[in-house]
């Protein structure tokens, strides 16, 4: 009889594991009573006496606010997507007794990085150039390269990409095509020969200006070597790309 007394007597936790339910008798209106657990079996007394457990949990209602950048305005779980820094406030409200509580979270917008690359635009097949990324703390390049700076040496029309990441670990991209013009065709045109005293005349093509070893900027020179010389003309195109070629006058003497 007395351990009987004493279990009777005895305080649980609501938190006690395995616990399933836990009821004060002596809380309520009439025969509800409020199961104290998180389980919230909340139930009544009937008449046989039967202890009668409602189907589904007492819950709460959550509410967010404000609504900006929110998925839904309801429910525990909601996706904020704000534009700048915001603050959203979540009140719960119990379904059974309409006591709420209140929480806040600051979500913090941080800025993209600015990212920036700079360099040529263009170079000539054969050449290379430095592209330079700016507006972050770390970079990382489409060819692999995690430095601010690359040289890159493209065989065709190229574009770069690079990934920067500023300090809160954001990240924004940006890109550089480099163009790769061709070199002019050089041809020089003219006679191979000539005969002690003769002159002939050296036509060059394939760009837009032009300079020869004499100092001439002409398409065409008048030559008249007193001995075998050979001519190089340097060959200028649209796009500012350069290169060389050359013709061997040999001189015959008379006889």
Do not use: H
């Not at 809380?27 to 589904?56: C, I, K, M, Q």
């Not at 929480?103 to 635009?121: D, E």
């Amino acid at each position: 009889q007395a351990e009987i007394q004493a279990s009777m007597n005895k305080t649980i936790s609501p938190s006690t594991a395995g616990l399933v339910g836990y009821y004060k008798m002596d809380e309520g209106t009439g025969t509800f009573t409020a199961d104290a657990t998180s389980a919230g079996r909340t139930g009544s007394l009937t008449n046989n006496p039967v202890w009668a457990v409602s189907a589904a949990p007492v819950g709460a209602t959550v509410t967010w606010s404000p609504s900006a950048g929110l998925n839904t305005t309801a429910g525990a779980i909601v996706i904020a997507n704000p534009t700048s820094t915001t603050t959203y406030t979540a009140i719960a409200t119990d379904a059974s007794t309409g006591c709420a509580a209140t929480a806040t979270q600051v979500v913090t917008v941080n800025p993209l990085p600015l990212a920036a690359i700079s360099g040529n635009n263009s170079i000539c097949m054969g050449q290379s150039t430095v592209l330079t990324a700016s507006g972050g703390g770390t970079y990382l390049w489409s060819t692999g390269a995690t430095t601010a700076s690359i040289t890159v040496s493209p065989s065709s029309t190229t574009t770069y990409t690079v990934t920067v990441t500023n300090a809160a670990g954001c990240q924004s991209t940006a890109s550089r095509t480099v163009t790769v013009n061709p070199l002019p065709t050089v041809s020089v045109a003219g006679a191979n020969s000539i005969c002690t005293g003769q002159s002939t005349v050296l036509t060059a093509s394939g760009g837009v200006a032009y300079l020869w070893s004499t100092g001439a900027t002409t398409a065409s020179i008048t030559v008249s070597p007193s001995s075998t010389t050979t001519y190089t003309v340097t060959v200028t195109n649209a796009a500012g790309c350069v290169a060389t070629g050359s013709r061997i006058v040999t001189v015959n003497t008379t006889p």
